[in-house]
């Protein structure tokens, strides 16, 4: 765990000690650290996970993924813009680096060489600037006229809020469709056409393995034109008690 620590250290160039006065861990905890003498706790890795813009879970190795390089690359050249547009924001805001260095805890140097192109912009340290201009990343690709997602109709033109409602929708999905994807045509069929009677939602989410608190959301949304015919109802209740 500690060595995904100093790689983060040297992702934002900067020492355990510039860490330890930016979350008020101490030198001689971080050192213990080190020595496997000590296992931090949750409330100093939230710290820790918070300085870095990253999760706990990336800090303790659960993770492998979250870190990547952050890339604008121009339709036709290739060439990455990612540094220049980092610059224009910074320049725009008023900003110095040392300012932008002193309020993200990122070195100068790292953020020299974000700017000029000499080296990747890794997620997390592109995290913690915008956070320090206090935008999110469609207001950054907005305002650099490189916005490449479209918001809903109903959200009219409010793409946080639209991206942010995709995000829940996305990880409803994700939390139910691997126990859906394994039902056969027939079972599909059946729970579909059962989404929508209440009487019958807890035998559904039992099959689903899923919550039945008035407060779940299913990202199904279907309907069975015959659901008002008794003789029909009949048999598709014999039908799901069959599953």
Not at 207 to 221: F, N, Y
Request: with cysteine; hydrophobic share 30%; proline share 3%.
């Amino acid at each position: 765990m500690y060595t995904i620590f100093e790689e983060l250290l040297n992702t934002y160039g900067v020492t355990a000690y510039r860490v330890s006065k930016s979350t008020g861990i101490t030198t001689s905890t971080l050192t213990a650290w080190k020595q496997g003498e000590y296992t931090p706790k949750l409330g100093k890795l939230q710290k820790l996970a918070d300085f870095f813009a990253v999760s706990t879970d990336y800090l303790l190795g659960k993770t492998k993924d979250e870190i990547y390089d952050v890339k604008y690359e121009d339709e036709y050249y290739g060439i990455n813009h990612i540094g220049e547009y980092l610059k224009e924001t910074r320049e725009s805001r008023g900003y110095s680096i040392k300012q932008l260095s002193e309020e993200t805890g990122i070195s100068e140097k790292v953020l020299n060489a974000c700017e000029d192109g000499t080296s990747e912009v890794k997620s997390n340290v592109f995290k913690k600037i915008l956070k320090a201009y206090e935008i999110t990343q469609l207001d950054f690709e907005d305002e650099h006229n490189i916005l490449s997602y479209e918001a809903r109709p109903e959200f009219h033109g409010d793409y946080n809020a639209s991206y942010a409602f995709d995000q829940a929708l996305e990880h409803d999905q994700d939390a139910t469709s691997y126990e859906y994807a394994d039902l056969s045509k027939h079972e599909r069929k059946v729970i579909k056409a059962y989404r929508n009677q209440p009487e019958m939602q807890p035998a559904v989410d039992r099959i689903l393995g899923i919550s039945s608190e008035p407060d779940h959301l299913m990202p199904i949304a279907a309907h069975n034109d015959q659901a008002d015919n008794p003789e029909e109802l009949e048999r598709m209740k014999q039908d799901l008690d069959e599953l």
